[in-house]
């Protein structure tokens, strides 16, 4: 089981950048697959994006693609999102989300391990 807490999060205007890292503390991180969802106001929980093993997979939501990265050092077991030319749609609760093994999915459901939380709100 990995323990996983987020950081980055905060208060940007339309059109900036944000950097999540969410890191892990299990010692064999470099077998999880992660993945980043996003929450908004009364609305369920979204898949974000995706990275598998050594960072050669990955898969991003048609909502954020060409704006949002991504990527993951297994050596720091940590995993990362860079967020830019952010949109008021944006705006959300990102969680890091953890799974043991090779996952193409993209379902909540599918993850077992979470972190906390980290607050995004982009003001327009």
């Known amino acids: 089981q990995e323990q996983l807490v987020e950081s980055g999060g905060g208060l940007v205007q339309a059109g900036g950048s944000l950097r999540l890292s969410c890191a892990a503390s299990?010692?064999?991180?470099?077998?999880?697959?992660m993945a980043w969802f996003r929450q908004a106001p009364g609305k369920e929980r979204e898949f974000v994006a995706r990275?598998?093993?050594?960072?050669?997979?990955?898969y991003h939501a048609d909502s954020v693609k060409g704006r949002f990265t991504i990527s993951r050092d297994n050596a720091k077991s940590t995993v990362y999102l860079q967020m830019n030319s952010l949109k008021a749609e944006d705006t959300a609760v990102y969680y890091c989300?953890?799974?043991?093994?090779?996952?193409?999915?993209?379902?909540?459901?599918?993850?077992?391990?979470w972190g906390q939380g980290t607050q995004v709100t982009v003001s327009s």
């Open positions: 989300a953890a799974r043991f093994g090779y996952w193409y999915s993209t379902s909540r459901f599918d993850f077992n391990d």
């Open positions: 990275i598998i093993g050594s960072a050669s997979s990955t």
């Open positions: 299990g010692r064999t991180f470099s077998t999880y697959t």
